[in-house]
């Protein structure tokens, strides 16, 4: 048996290939009524908080960043540009070829898998449309729980809800919102996947100092899991 009872898994950059804004969200700047550099901007600068749920729903979200960018929609165009939004973050996802085998292969293990992710509105409603989905034993997104990684509850709940201990866990991410450290500081075995396409991946507050094991294709959590054995 395997050491570890579950693996949790990063989202974007992990589970998916490199993540970057697609030409749908500057449709959406211009539905809205801003400027898409501008939006861009607003909408870096609020990751975070919009992340935690701070901004309200995704309708008050949007119309909160559009006012931060110099624009007021009506409930109308509100509604459309969330709508084109959740579109456009579902198309801007593609997950990486071995995301599905690598979950397959942990769940025959007898391994629980669950996905713990900052993430804004749009990922509740696009999970459940990704093959993953059925994969996950459970999932844990910031916007859901009202806090962000590192905060070591998201890492907690996600333990909680696979019914592992957190020395129990491994943690597998791209080292995006100091996610590998704080996994760390809770007791998991944290590992960054550092995949070729990762160059340009839009992240916030990596975890720039940590210097713990790599791996470069997700599949690889396998062998990791294989590798560690539980004693006699």
Not at 2 to 30: E, K, Q, S
Not at 36 to 44: F, N, Q, R, W, Y
Not at 80 to 86: E, G, M
Not at 123 to 134: K, N, Q, S
Request: hydrophobic share 40%; with cysteine; net charge neutral.
């Amino acid at each position: 048996m395997p050491a570890y009872r579950a693996v949790l898994f990063d989202f974007f950059g992990t589970l998916t290939r490199a993540v970057r804004r697609g030409p749908a969200h500057a449709g959406i700047a211009r539905m809205l009524g801003c400027d898409p550099a501008t939006l861009v901007e607003v909408l870096d600068r609020t990751y975070h908080a919009r992340a935690r749920g701070l901004y309200g729903d995704a309708a008050d979200t949007l119309r909160r960043v559009a006012a931060e960018a110099g624009a007021h929609p009506g409930d109308r165009t509100l509604r459309a540009a969330v709508d084109a939004r959740r579109e456009a973050i579902h198309a801007d996802t593609t997950l990486r070829p071995d995301a599905v085998p690598t979950l397959h292969a942990l769940r025959r293990r007898g391994l629980r898998t669950a996905v713990v992710s900052d993430c804004t509105h749009e990922l509740p409603d696009v999970l459940p449309r990704l093959e993953v989905h059925h994969l996950l034993d459970a999932r844990v997104l910031s916007v859901e729980m009202g806090i962000c990684k590192p905060d070591p509850g998201m890492f907690l709940s996600a333990a909680a809800r696979v019914g592992a201990r957190p020395e129990e866990c491994l943690y597998v991410g791209d080292g995006g919102s100091r996610e590998l450290s704080g996994a760390e500081a809770v007791g998991m075995t944290a590992v960054r996947l550092r995949a070729p396409d990762l160059d340009g991946h839009l992240t916030f507050n990596p975890d720039t100092t940590w210097s713990g094991s790599d791996i470069t294709r997700l599949s690889d959590t396998i062998a990791l899991v294989d590798r560690v054995l539980q004693p006699a």
